[in-house]
């Protein structure tokens, strides 16, 4: 076991893991930070991204203790940053997925927030093409993706009264 000293969602959080553990292990069994899905253990789906030091990153591929003082973000701290930055209700990205429907099961909702998070973060307007290949990481069953696209479009408008 090694303890780790990890900047989560805006908290430090100690926690002892063992030192094979992934990022998304510590998240979600240490941490009871479950948003990041625990897929397919392999990188394949995306499921389990969160942002790193502002960077989309896969949980299940990285160790939890290589990303020792750096900015984890995970889906659960969308919310609180943004009213932290002067916002109200949830944050625009959720805002907008959550208008176009772009929510089905909700399995791989977190990671293609996060994703696009990321995204507008370092281009607020991206083409259909940027979205795409922004998205490309992370794999949906339910929705055929065109709402997920409707979504990040519309959060970078910034529309969503």
């Known amino acids: ?13 100690e926690v002892a893991a063992p030192e094979h553990w992934t990022l998304l292990e510590v998240l979600r069994y240490k941490l009871g930070l479950t948003g990041s899905k625990q897929g397919c253990d392999k990188g394949d789906c995306g499921a389990c991204t969160v942002l790193i030091d502002g960077v ?11 990303v020792e003082g750096k900015q ?22 959720q805002n907008a ?5 772009a929510l089905q099961c909700g399995f791989c909702q977190p990671g293609m927030i996060l994703s ?21 990481g992370n794999l949906c069953r339910c929705t055929g993706y065109t709402q997920i696209y409707e979504a990040v479009v519309l959060a970078a408008k910034g529309d969503l009264a």
Request: charged content about 20%; glycine content about 8%; some cysteine.
């Open 72 to 93: 984890i973000t995970t889906i659960e701290g969308l919310v609180p940053a943004h009213r932290a930055a002067g916002g109200e209700g949830v944050d625009p990205v």
């Open 116 to 136: 696009a998070k990321a995204l507008l973060a370092k281009n607020p307007n991206p083409s259909l093409k940027e979205i795409q290949e922004s998205l490309a």
């Open 97 to 101: 997925f959550d208008k176009t429907g």
């Open 1 to 13: 076991m090694r303890v780790l000293r990890l900047h989560v969602n805006g908290d430090c959080a």
């Open 56 to 66: 989309p990153t896969l949980a299940c591929l990285s160790l939890a203790a290589t």
